[in-house]
């Protein structure tokens, strides 16, 4: 079955250390990957997305993730991290080009700055 | 303003009781998704719809049900059969040609005792 990792759940941060969040996913094919955030009390967002080209792709907020094809990895980076980047992460994975919107999900990975 | 509201934003039922959720959307989007909610689980889709009266199921439909009679609405009932309803719900919507950009309501969040 077709799955997606996230194998940080719960990372703590100083303000201004790099952040990277691991995300993996089985194959299937092509993909389309994205990542959402929900900031406290807040909607879930997208944050960035890839469906195809440059395998760095940049979103919102000083954020940046990249697609490594080999790995099976989608992995999220941001070079200096801020108090209001506290949140939950998503990453997410939707099979195939027929661009059906079932999305598969990481289980997630809460993000806690301190200031 | 645009977007996706969903309420209540807390719901308490009893065990053996069919309870629907109300998802509405004012973005005029086409495809419109539920996801249940898991601490430790991520997001898992329940049921979709890519165009009105029109709906496929998702990965955990067993124990819910679904109608998409108008584009703005896609009301979510939990059924009795449904062995472990307690859950954060959330509705979502996207437009036809970009699916997988889907725009988040804020979630229902049942206990069922």
């Known amino acids: 079955a077709q799955s997606v990792s996230q194998h940080n759940h719960h990372v703590i941060l100083s303000e201004a250390a790099s952040l990277e969040l691991g995300c993996n996913y089985s194959y299937g094919g092509t993909v389309n990957l994205f990542w959402y955030v929900q900031y406290p009390g807040q909607h879930l967002q997208l944050l960035l997305k890839?469906?195809?080209?440059?395998?760095l792709v940049k979103g919102i907020k000083g954020f940046e993730a990249e697609f490594i094809k080999s790995k099976f990895s989608f992995n999220l980076r941001k070079p200096s991290v801020q108090w209001s980047d506290t949140a939950e992460y998503f990453c997410?994975?939707?099979?195939?080009?027929?661009?059906?919107?079932?999305?598969?999900f990481g289980q997630g990975t809460t993000l806690q700055v301190k200031p | 303003d645009g977007g996706i509201t969903q309420s209540p934003k807390y719901l308490f039922r009893k065990e053996g009781q069919n309870v629907t959720l109300s998802c509405e959307q004012n973005?005029?989007?086409?495809?419109m998704y539920w996801y249940r909610q898991d601490p430790g689980q991520g997001l898992r889709l329940i049921y979709y719809s890519q165009i009105v009266n029109d709906f496929q199921k998702g990965d955990i439909a067993e124990g819910y049900s679904v109608s998409r009679e108008k584009k703005e609405s896609f009301p979510l009932t939990v059924t009795s059969a449904q062995k472990n309803p307690t859950a954060f719900y959330l509705c979502a919507s996207s437009p036809r040609d970009r699916t997988y950009e889907q725009y988040f309501g804020p979630g229902t969040r049942l206990t069922v005792t």
């Open positions: 890839y469906f195809s080209g440059d395998p």
């Open positions: 997410a994975v939707g099979y195939g080009s027929s661009n059906t919107g079932k999305l598969i």
């Open positions: 973005l005029n989007h086409d495809a």
